[in-house]
Each structure stands twice: as structure tokens, then as C-alpha cells.
């Protein structure tokens, strides 16, 4: 992997870690250091210097969205007003505080952004779309997608 710098900071022992941190981010470190046949003080060695370097940003639990009571999964395309950095500025801070936005993309192309939202149900979704996406700073337009079903997701990244 290729750090923005070009530097190839990452060997493979390293890569094992964060390929087995990325499945399970709980294992102990002596199962972790097991299943990359280091000892347990050279693994937690590796695991402080890849979190100090930034290629761990964080642990997290990944929650069941049905369980949770958010079944609904929309894509929101949304075209802004105008490009002027302060606008752009201004939508992105906003809509950070929406709760149930879980994504925001800059986009090339159509679409100035896409938001990845999650909602209870259809009209749980038009009270956000009506409420707060609409009330967005700059916002032109939007077009939502409602996805019907989850066929493959992953955080993981290839490493």
C-alpha cells in the first residue's frame, strides 16, 4: 500500500494486522499476535506504531441498522446552488449535523454530493428530506434512491 507520500511504509506482517484488526477489531492482542505469528510484545509494538502513523483511525462496533430501527437505506444525490468555497463550506458543516446522514461524498460529475442516509421508513425519510436535507445551505435539487436491498458491504479495505 502506498502511503500519499509514495513511501511503501507497510510490510507484510503489518498488512496481516490490519487485514485481521479489520475483521475483528476486539481480538486480544494474543490472538491477534497468533494469527500473525509474531510474539505478543512485537504485535502491540505494531499495532501503537500503525495507530500513531494514522493506519488505524479508530475502533468501532458496527451496529445492525434493522435492529436499530433504521431498515431504510436512501442515496440522496444533491446539486448545490453555486461552487464558491463558502457555500461548499457551509453545506458540508451542516449536514455533519445530521444525524442520520452517514456519508457525504464531494462529487465529480451531476451530483455536486451524495449522501448515504438511513431512516426508519418511507415517511421517517420524507420528514428528513422536508426538514433537513431540503434546509441545506446552496441546496438546487436532490434525487433519492432507495436501495432494496443490501446485496455485499464492507469496511474493509484490500490491504
Known amino acids: 500500500m502506498q502511503n500519499i507520500t509514495g513511501d511503501d511504509d507497510l510490510d507484510d506482517t503489518d498488512r496481516r494486522i490490519l487485514a485481521a484488526l479489520q475483521r475483528a477489531g476486539r481480538m486480544s492482542n ?4 497468533d494469527k500473525v505469528h509474531l510474539s505478543a510484545s512485537a504485535c502491540h509494538r505494531r499495532v501503537q506504531r500503525l495507530e500513531k502513523e494514522g493506519y488505524i483511525r479508530d475502533y468501532v462496533a458496527l451496529l445492525n ?3 436499530i430501527g433504521y431498515p431504510t437505506m ?13 457555500l461548499l463550506e457551509a453545506f458540508e458543516r451542516e449536514v455533519a449535523l445530521i444525524p442520520e446522514v452517514l456519508e457525504c ?7 455536486d454530493y451524495i449522501l448515504k442516509v438511513v431512516a426508519r421508513d418511507t415517511d421517517d425519510f ?12 446552496g441546496v438546487l435539487g436532490m434525487q433519492s434512491s432507495f ?3 443490501t446485496v455485499f458491504k464492507t469496511t474493509a479495505l484490500p490491504v
Request: net charge positive; no cysteine.
Open 30 to 33: 494474543a490472538d491477534l499476535s
Open 147 to 149: 436501495a432494496l436491498r
Open 74 to 86: 436512501v442515496f440522496v444525490e444533491i446539486k448545490l446552488s453555486g461552487q464558491a468555497d463558502e
Open 65 to 67: 441498522p434493522r435492529r
Open 126 to 137: 420524507a420528514r428528513v428530506h422536508r426538514q433537513k436535507l431540503a434546509r441545506l445551505p
Open 105 to 111: 461524498h464531494l462529487m465529480a460529475g451531476s451530483a
